[in-house]
Each structure stands twice: as C-alpha cells, then as structure tokens.
C-alpha cells in the first residue's frame, strides 16, 4: 500500500507506544540504508509511515544521519507529505522550554553534510526554489490542529541547523540571535531541502527542551532536558494525532 503520511521522530520520539504496530519495511536505497526500517503505525482509522531519525535506539548523531537514505526511502513508498519532530533550544523570551513550535523560516550552518540528490552526477545542474521552506498547507494543518485542542503554540519561527553534536557557545548563540533564529536543532537541515527537491511536502513541529546557550545563568544539562522531552513530547504527539487525522479526511 502507498503511504501518503509520514511522522520523522527525534529526540524523544523513537518510539511510539500504544499506537498499534503494523508492516515494518526494510528499504535499502541507492544512497545507502535509511536510519530504521519504516514502521507502519495504525490508530483508530488513521494508517501513516514512521522513522526515527536517529535509530530505533537514537544512537546516530545528527551529523551522521543519511538524510538522503532516509528520505528517499519515504519517497520510494509513495510518502507525499512528512511531519518532522525536532527537539531544539530556544532563543528569546517568546522560546521558553516546553513551548511547541511551528517554524516558518530557517537558516542553515551545517556543513560536510549529503545534502542534495542534484549534484551534476546525471549531467544536469538543478536549483529549487526554497524561499519558504515549509509547506504552508502543512504548518496551518498544524496549527489549527493545535487550536481544535486548545494547544498553546507558537505558530511561526526561525530555526538554525546547526551542525553538533555539541551544543553552541554562548556567543554562537548571540550570533544565531542576531541572524534572526529563534529555534536552533541538529537535524533541521538538509533535511528539509531533501523533501523539497524530491517535491514532498515537509513541515517540522519543534519542541523547545532548552533555553539555549547563555540564555539563562544555568548550564545546559542532559536531565534537564530529558525532564521537558517527558511531558513535552507527550503534547507533541497528540498534536501529531489530531494533525493526521486532519490530513488523511
Ligand atoms: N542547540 C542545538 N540543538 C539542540 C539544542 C540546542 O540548544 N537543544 C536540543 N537540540
């Protein structure tokens, strides 16, 4: 069966418990293996594809991730629109820790990374346009699923890709801040450049699970963060249910 709907997991999301398992596929590209098997995951009526980003054991780091493997694996089982989770820090008052958002904007600062399927080995030079690189009708799905469960969001944001895995420096952040970022992740990109030149709708729900760094007097710690990822990802994946089942009417 084509899938149209596929969830990508992060941080926080390599599994999903009490949605019912369905087929796991093993899809091997021409790039490589994809980060997990496709698992297909099945509540209530609503059937849609799922792939930890990281492994089913989160153990590859974002600068190993194969962003190509992985999305056209998706593409190859006809996966037409993708939600993305990413679990990121925020910059800004309006970021705090536990918000969810919905990023309209991103500025890429990753670097050695696969991230085209047009590099000139077929002989032809390819450019997409990527002004807007979300879907609109993806994120306003998002949104108004959030409003439908009277979720507070933010509906909009800028988000840096960062290339880890460490986190920024304080000053890396004031930069981030002046460029305009509000969000700033690992896996972000190219993730979402991938989607578009394989001409998949892609939109990313972002958890904030960290003041970034020098935002607060605090250090940025593991427990801390793994403390928001708990309760946080619990409202990610609800917003991710009533989102799916907005698509799939
Ligand atoms: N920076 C980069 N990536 C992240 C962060 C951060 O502060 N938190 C979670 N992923």
């Given at each position: 069966m084509a899938h149209k709907v596929a969830v990508i997991g992060g941080t926080g999301l390599c599994d999903w418990p009490g949605v019912q398992p369905g087929k796991v596929r093993r899809i091997n590209t021409v790039y490589g293996a994809p980060s997990a098997d496709l698992q297909s995951l099945q509540f209530d009526d609503l059937e849609f594809l799922f792939l930890p980003r990281h492994g089913g054991k989160h153990s590859i780091p974002p600068h190993k991730i194969n962003y190509r493997a992985n999305l056209s694996a998706l593409h190859s089982v006809g996966v037409t629109q993708i939600l993305a989770v990413n679990a990121v820090g925020g910059i800004g008052s309006r970021f705090g820790s536990g918000v969810i958002a919905i990023p309209d904007q991103l500025n890429d600062y990753t670097w050695g990374r696969e991230h085209t399927f047009f590099d000139g080995e077929d002989g032809a030079v390819e450019h997409i346009d990527f002004s807007y690189p979300y879907s609109e009708s993806l994120r306003q799905q998002l949104i108004s699923a959030a409003q439908t469960l009277a979720m507070p969001i933010v509906p909009e944001g800028c988000y840096a890709a960062t290339q880890g895995p460490r986190l920024e420096t304080a000053a890396e952040i004031r930069r981030l801040a002046r460029d305009g970022n509000d969000l700033v992740g690992m896996t972000g990109m190219p993730e979402a450049a991938l989607a578009?030149?394989?001409?998949?709708?892609?939109?990313?729900?972002?958890?904030?699970?960290?003041?970034?760094?020098?935002?607060?007097?605090a250090l940025i710690t593991m427990d801390d963060i793994r403390r928001v990822l708990d309760t946080g990802m619990a409202q990610v994946k609800q917003l991710l249910a009533a989102s799916l089942r907005r698509l799939q009417v």
């Open positions: 578009r030149e394989l001409e998949m709708d892609y939109a990313s729900v972002c958890l904030v699970v960290n003041p970034a760094a020098g935002e607060t007097e």
